[in-house]
């Protein structure tokens, strides 16, 4: 079963971003900001990271970078997926190895085609 | 979040103008088609809308019913025609279009869509140059299609992020195709039941989902025309629940390819036919 690590400060967000992937026949996991997701992924490297981008303590284009900088840290496909709606942002995350971008608000539709996108499912 | 009792109003007056059928879970697809609606009439949001609705405001009742009733279509819409598109038509028709456009039409392209999607993938590929033309019935979808404005939620459908950054600039709230990718396309208000012979000769004809909405009689006349347009070697692509089986002798399904048609006299991939030589006794 493919893995989906979601990392988003919102616990709401996180259970609706859960709903979704899960019926898309994802195991998933949790984490609150990009530290955590980082520890996480340390452990387990998972097929997948929903990445929110303003969340406290480590934010989500610290933590791609940080992440494509690991060993193994290349294989996710990262898909953003924030309130952060403009060029400027959406190039940035790119350049950082971002593979895909959400713009929130977001519903199933919208995951499952940018995981079409990039090659998840 | 609409209240429940709104939105239930705003579904059952919309079901009685439209006959659509909005369920509890529509509730982003309100919010994005009515937020347009609410900033041109100078409301502060959706929930406003419906409130000058409910207090009996036919003209925006039915300005909210026609935002809803859009006809649904989004960019590289189904996937499987625009990989015949890339893998199939385009390398087949290639070679003998070298130094000339190829022309493509869009018979019922709504919003504008459909044909950007072509121009995108045209655009990626190198060595092809499209002549474009798009129509639809109605002119209010194609003053959209030409303006290619399109909200975030439209844009994320189908769309990879890299297309978006490459064919799109950031209009507000919205997105819009880049001038450059607009003017490679022309768009025109044209009825597949009235005459169409003056869009002239096609090599690719893209007429999807439109023909289920007529009759048997009128989808057997409107193939039979369209065969008459195409190019000898052209593809015709139809819907994935609409075929040319039983309406007219003039395509073929091109085979093993789900949705692509083609000539039936065009040249190799037709089957060969045996003639009975004592006919004339």
New interface residues.
Partial sequence: MKTCLVVDDSRVIRKVARKIVEDMGFACEEAGDGQAALTQCRKTMPDAILLDWNMPVMNGIDFLTALRAEENGKKPVVVFCTTENDMAHITQALRAGADEYVMKPFDGEIIESKFAEAGLV | MLPEAKYRFLSEDVKRRSGLVLGPEKG?LV?SRLAPLARTEGLASVEAVIDLMMRGDKRLCEAAAEALATHETFFFRDKTPFDLFSEVIAPALKPSRAGRAMKIWCAAASSGQEPYSLAMLIDEMSGLRADILATDLSGKVLEKARAGLYT??EV???????R??KHF??AGENWQIKPELRAKVRFEVGNLLDDFSRYGRQDVIFCRNVLIYFSVEEKAKILARLAGMLADDGYLVLGAAETVVGLTDALKPAPGQRGLYVKADSGASAPVVFRSATAAA
């Fill in positions: 982003y919010e975030q939620f994320q459908r189908g769309l990879s992020i890299q978006l950054v600039d950031q």
